[in-house]
């Protein structure tokens, strides 16, 4: 952060560069964020806004990737498995029909992030195939049970077999379905109606009304189509009955919550396998979010160290961490830290005692009020006793006030060697808690 014409440079320099409110021209040029009100709260706000427009870019590509393999593998294996040719203008119309939800997306509901999220590509394509390729099976498997030449199971619904132009509009549906509806599945992690807060929210309105209006202009062009009506070359296109669209409706539906299953499933397998790569407020956020407080902490600290302030509670230094990679050389560096505040603590202890061992013989030399007067003049004459017992009695007041202020030293190194010897037990049973053995040193 900074504000004056000397900040620019390292404005210029940092990874981010913060200017804020009330900085020069030169300082909000060389910066990377400008801060427009007062204090640096907004910093925060900058970091929680900047994470969300993370995930929302991170589900819209995972559902463009989706999409895109769907399309592309129905595509290919219905010509190839079924001789069945789609329609290339049918693809336009997905196409227009879905851009709807895609430009809503931007203001999708998304909750922030604990730490700092990083881009991993395996992941996202993991769950864009995982969706993709199961939604293109579950439309070849409907594809081969609605064409006349194959199963034809409309007969299990008591409906009459579908024309080719009928199947194509039936075939257009359910893909139409699919697209909106993997929307949600690229939302979250989990599956797509686990709102927690943390991995996913409750769509935006708007997002979930454009949703609507794509899958009843979908299902109103499935069934009202004109037959005859072509928006280019290939097969052509008729709509279908209500009964029909139902079904198809239905499978959609069913094929959805399959996909959304495994789609589950595959996040679970990779982070079985990748588990530092688990985020979304899950157990090894919070273990990280620990280590770099620690890590935060053991730096200030050294740098009180370094200026020769003492260190404060031990136990924000030690704990328990998860994370196995990081654990030993954490532990390591917080010993050396603690084994020098030992040390130091206890020259300080020996220090004040060897302070009060002093002032406690100090206090013993002087003897009892009024012997080290009645001794030196007990051989005196009577015409000056008068006088020397004014000044016996002047010095055994300095005495007494002496031996008061040895005293009142005595009792306060008495309480600061209390206090220094129970924050050195703190430290060494905090260092026991967590297994870690000070280096030797002379006593």
């Known amino acids: 952060t900074g504000d004056g014409v000397n900040d620019a440079p390292a404005l210029k320099l940092a990874t981010v560069g913060v200017a804020v409110a009330g900085a020069t021209e030169a300082a909000k040029a ?152 993997n929307f949600l599945a690229a939302r979250t992690q989990k599956v797509f109606a686990a709102f927690d807060g943390k991995g996913a929210e409750r769509p935006a309105l708007l997002v979930a009304g454009m949703m609507v209006v794509a899958l009843l202009l979908s299902t ?108 030993w050389s954490w532990r390591k560096s917080a010993a050396a830290r603690e084994a020098r505040a030992v040390r130091r603590l206890s020259r300080q202890i020996s220090d004040q005692r060897l302070d009060v061992e002093r002032l406690a013989s100090s206090s013993q030399s002087f003897g009892p009020a009024g012997g080290l007067g009645t001794s030196f003049w007990a051989g005196g004459s009577p015409g000056r006793a008068s006088r020397h017992e004014h000044d016996q009695s002047f010095r055994h007041g300095g005495l007494e006030s002496v031996v008061e202020g040895n005293s009142r030293q005595l009792h306060e190194l008495s309480a600061r060697i209390g206090g220094l010897e129970g924050s050195l037990e703190r430290i060494v049973s905090a260092l026991e808690r967590n297994q870690i053995i000070l280096p030797q040193w002379n006593e």
Not at 101 to 112: A, E, G, N, Y
Not at 266 to 272: K, P, Q, T, V
Not at 295 to 324: F, H, M, P, T, Y
Request: net charge neutral.
């Open 220 to 327: 109103m062009v499935a069934v009202y189509w004109p037959r005859g009506l072509k928006l280019g070359g290939g097969v052509e296109m008729e709509g279908c009955s209500w009964a029909h669209a139902g079904v198809v409706w239905a499978f959609s539906v069913v094929q959805f919550l399959f996909v959304d299953m495994l789609k589950w499933a595959a996040y679970s397998g990779y982070f079985a396998l990748f588990p530092h790569k688990r985020r979304g407020g899950t157990r090894d956020d919070e273990a990280l979010a620990r280590r770099e407080r620690r890590r935060a902490i053991a730096q200030r600290r050294e740098k009180e160290e370094g200026r020769g302030v003492s260190v404060g509670k031990d136990e924000e230094l030690v704990g328990d961490d998860e994370d196995n990679s990081h654990k």
């Open 30 to 181: 060389a910066a990377d964020i400008v801060l427009m009100a007062p204090g640096l709260s907004t910093i925060v706000t900058a970091m929680k806004l900047s994470r969300q427009i993370f995930r929302r870019v991170e589900e819209y590509i995972i559902y463009r990737i989706a999409s895109s393999v769907l399309i592309l593998m129905f595509f290919f294996f219905a010509l190839v498995g079924f001789r069945f040719l789609m329609p290339a203008w049918v693809l336009i119309l997905l196409s227009i029909i879905n851009d709807f939800t895609l430009m809503t997306s931007s203001r999708d509901r998304v909750p922030s992030s604990p730490t700092p999220l990083i881009w991993d590509m395996p992941m996202v394509c993991v769950a864009a195939f995982t969706v993709g390729t199961i939604s293109s099976a579950c439309s070849l498997v409907l594809l081969y049970l609605a064409a006349p030449h194959f199963a034809d199971w409309w007969h299990l619904f008591g409906l009459s077999s579908l024309s080719s132009g009928q199947v194509v509009a039936a075939v257009y549906l359910n893909i139409s379905i699919g697209l909106q509806l």
